[in-house]
T-cell receptor, first 112, second 110 residues
Framework: NAGVTQTPKFRILKIGQSMTLQCTQDMNHNYMYWYRQDPGMGLKLIYYSVGAGITDKGEVPNGYNVSRSTTEDFPLRLELAAPSQTSVYFC???????????FGPGTRLLVL | RKEVEQDPGPFNVPEGATVAFNCTYSNSASQSFFWYRQDCRKEPKLLMSVYSSGNEDGRFTAQLNRASQYISLLIRDSKLSDSATYLCVVTPSNTGKLIFGQGTTLQVKP
């Protein structure tokens, strides 16, 4: 099992550009999450999904959108990149709400 | 008040030392508690879950005090490889949402 994979590993965007961060898991997990981590800080939840076709906002959803058309994939979309979105983005998945969350390796995003 | 607060770091300790990290959480309805470990520029990985009765995994001991809304992690006989950031994590309710503390950095010196 590859676990949780994320692409790209690193990206530089100009202000106003858009991009999609990809996340795929091969563990057949129902739950998937997107977090961002700013330097020296803990992770903050952006969006999460409890199953295909169902998504919900987390703590910091503004400026982002998600979709969950399959169990495996949970892409995160930035429509109009802003410098405040410079961060490391982690995708995670879990079998159930009380179970361990498994994280992908992260995507480092720099918005200039 | 932050939902999850941890001891400010960094902790610099010699090899073989015992070190303790503390964490408090604000939501008394919180249901699940974890310690995650994060190496520099890497993703967080589960270190251990924390149970009301306390639990131990080798050199690591986790304790939960629901009345005081307090979680702790004790590391005995520190190794160089223990150097990392330790994240206190709480699930406020049965939603699967994890609330992370800001992390405490441990540096174990030879």
């Amino acid at each position: 099992n590859a676990g949780v994979t994320q692409t790209p590993k690193f990206r530089i965007l100009k202000i106003g550009q858009s991009m999609t961060l990809q996340c795929t898991q091969d563990m057949n997990h129902n739950y998937m999450y997107w977090y961002r981590q700013d330097p020296g800080m803990g992770l903050k939840l952006i969006y999460y999904s409890v199953g295909a076709g169902i998504t919900d906002k987390g703590e910091v959803p503004n400026g982002y959108n998600v979709s969950r058309s399959t169990t495996e994939d949970f892409p995160l979309r930035l429509e109009l990149a802003a410098p405040s979105q410079t961060s490391v983005y982690f995708c995670a998945s879990s079998w159930d709400t009380q179970e361990t969350q498994y994280f992908g390796p992260g995507t480092r995003l720099l918005v200039l | 008040r932050k939902e999850v607060e941890q001891d400010p770091g960094p902790f610099n300790v010699p090899e073989g030392a015992t070190v303790a990290f503390n964490c408090t959480y604000s939501n008394s309805a919180s249901q699940s508690f974890f310690w995650y470990r994060q190496d520099c520029r890497k993703e967080p990985k589960l270190l251990m879950s924390v149970y009301s009765s306390g639990n131990e995994d080798g050199r690591f001991t986790a304790q939960l005090n629901r009345a005081s809304q307090y979680i702790s992690l004790l590391i005995r006989d520190s190794k160089l490889s223990d150097s990392a950031t330790y994240l206190c994590v709480v699930t406020p309710s049965n939603t699967g949402k994890l609330i992370f503390g800001q992390g405490t950095t441990l540096q174990v010196k030879p």
